[in-house]
């Protein structure tokens, strides 16, 4: 299985700051990444497929870069709402496997 | 608006089998989609259990895979998921969601939770 690892596991930003996850693969993945979003209490929310596009109805404050085995999402103005805990996905090869993911807390 | 909701006992006891079904409304299962179950242990990451497409083709997870059984109703636009032999380890929550091309995962059902006890 590809092993997703994501850094840093957490961390305390203020609203309006910019943010960046990162997500390593353990093998090459090409592009084939995608970001989640997740509140407590609800499922997961589609932000990011295929390494850099935009699900339809996301704020364009998300963004997601990388190729390969590294990738990461930025938030380039945290907002209130954006406070919750991030996943990242790989489905280059079966089976699909998730990173740990990072929590996103209010500093 | 594509909906899914899961339902199914919350309670199981040890070695019985978890039996849950996805609805899926305002969207034809038979569509070219995929539908996947995903779970979540409680405070720990997402794992993926399998994905099935309406003809009942299935994918599974190798780790699950002798205990996993998916099937589908196209007649009701619903699917199901069955893990046998389960114990305080499969105890999470248990989502259904629609696969993409891309292999991401757009829409979810909201969750059931499924705690495997005596």
């Known amino acids: 299985d590809i092993q997703m690892t994501q850094s840093p596991s957490s961390l305390s930003a203020s609203v309006g700051d910019r943010v960046t996850i990162t997500c390593r693969a353990s093998?090459?993945?090409?592009?084939?990444l995608n970001w989640y979003q997740q509140k407590p209490g609800k499922a997961p929310k589609l932000l990011i497929y295929a390494a850099s596009s935009l699900q339809s109805g996301v704020p364009s404050g998300f963004s997601g870069s990388g190729s390969g085995t590294d990738f990461t999402l930025t938030i380039s103005s945290l907002q209130p709402e954006d406070f919750a805990t991030y996943y990242c996905q790989q489905s280059h090869s079966s089976p699909p496997t998730f990173g740990q993911g990072t929590k996103v807390e209010i500093k | 608006q594509v909906q899914l909701q899961e339902s199914g006992p919350g309670l199981v006891k040890p070695s019985d089998t978890l039996s849950l079904t996805c609805a899926v409304s305002g969207y034809s299962i038979s569509s070219n989609n995929w539908w996947g179950w995903i779970r979540q242990p409680p405070g720990k990451e997402l794992e993926w259990i399998g994905y099935i497409y309406y003809s009942g083709s299935t994918y599974y997870n190798p780790s699950l895979k002798s205990r996993v059984t998916m099937s589908v109703d196209t007649s009701k636009n619903q699917f199901s998921l069955k893990l046998s032999s389960v114990t305080a380890m499969d105890t999470a929550v248990y989502y259904c969601?629609?696969?993409?091309?891309?292999?991401?995962?757009?829409?979810w059902g909201q969750g059931t939770l499924v705690t495997v006890s005596s």
């Open positions: 093998q090459s993945i090409s592009n084939y």
């Open positions: 969601a629609r696969k993409r091309d891309s292999g991401s995962y757009d829409y």
